[in-house]
């Protein structure tokens, strides 16, 4: 259904808006927010879809990582959605940080508790592109690119390699690499999909290992000092990722970030860095 327009202010000379609609693919009503960089006026832009974390809604990013600065030079439209159905009645939703309520995981929930309403993968992938063109007639190129922050890094990995040619190019902030392996992933997988072996199908490790596509680039900002990167549980395995890139010849540039921890403070020292890069594959 159509969206409507919650909110615009004006930032570096674009417009930023959050809009609500009904959503069919989550049955209920769904917020995103939209940078249009001011560039939009002349021409049809380019999209960048940002996925945030567990905990966020379409707000984080665009409050606390800077972005607009470089959107607006580069000209490009970020589209910023929320991380999970919102305003449903489920028992359980709303009892931890890390399932449920702000941690859709963008998959497609089967399991029935969630599944009328955890959609986010088809949310992300195919309603949510279809809403942003239809509120923005003739603003947008049909070029998109794909990035995100943890779970919302590996929501944007696993977009970008199940769907071979949607996006131009992929990056990401401490994304949860390997999700099979780790409890985020354990949890999601299990509540939303019923087994941790359902979500191979959802973990950019395993995607990657059987990935035969020609070769891309990937770049990923990881802080050395992130509290879920290591101690007992490491949530993020960079280094597995690395490896089966390697082994597949695709191009990863995996920046360790000495000193830097998990927070919106390290995506907004390098949000620059990972806008230019879509803007490179976008143009
Ligand atoms: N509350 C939790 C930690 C939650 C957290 O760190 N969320 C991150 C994303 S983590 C992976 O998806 C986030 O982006 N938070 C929002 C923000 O604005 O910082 C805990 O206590 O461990």
Same mark, same amino acid.
């Not at 003739?138 to 049909?142: D, Y």
């Not at 401490?174 to 392996?181: V, W």
């Not at 050395?224 to 949530?235: K, M, R, T, Y």
């Given at each position: 259904m159509a969206a409507t327009v919650k909110s615009s202010v004006k930032v570096f000379g674009g417009l930023l808006q959050r809009l609500t609609h009904r959503s069919s693919a989550c049955a209920c009503d769904m917020t995103f927010a939209v940078y249009m960089p001011p560039q939009a006026a002349a021409a049809p832009v380019p999209v960048v879809y940002w996925l945030s974390g567990l905990t =966020?809604? %379409?707000e984080n990013f665009h409050q606390k990582s800077g972005f607009a600065r470089a959107a607006s030079q580069l000209g490009l439209c970020v589209v910023m959605p929320d991380t999970s159905p919102r305003g449903v009645q489920i028992d359980?939703? %709303? &009892? *931890?940080? %890390?399932?449920g309520s702000g941690a859709g995981f963008y998959v497609d929930a089967t399991q029935p508790k969630w599944r009328d309403h955890y959609q986010m993968y088809s949310y992300v992938k195919a309603e949510l592109p279809e809403v942003v063109a239809a509120a923005y007639p003739?603003?947008? *190129? !049909?070029a998109a690119s794909i990035c995100g922050h943890s779970m919302g890094g590996h929501g944007a990995l696993t977009l970008f390699l199940k769907n071979p040619?949607?996006?131009r190019s992929v990056s990401a902030f401490? !994304?949860? =690499? +390997? !999700?099979?392996?780790v409890p985020w992933g354990d949890k999601a997988f299990k509540g939303y999909l019923g087994s941790v072996e359902a979500g191979a199908a959802h973990d950019a490790t395993e995607l990657m290992r059987q990935y035969s596509g020609p070769p891309f680039k990937i770049l990923i900002d990881q802080g050395?000092? &992130? +509290?879920?990167? *290591?101690?007992?549980? +490491?949530?993020?395995r960079p280094d597995t990722f690395a490896a089966v890139c390697n082994e597949r010849g695709v191009e990863l540039e995996l920046r360790m970030q000495e000193g830097y921890d998990h927070s919106y403070y390290f995506i907004s020292s390098f949000i620059a860095d990972h806008l230019a890069f879509h803007a490179a594959a976008l143009k």
């Open positions: =966020c809604t %379409d359980g939703a %709303d &009892d *931890s940080y %890390d399932f003739g603003k947008l *190129s !049909p040619g949607m996006y401490a !994304p949860i =690499c +390997n !999700p099979t392996a050395a000092a &992130d +509290n879920f990167l *290591s101690g007992e549980v +490491n949530q993020l």
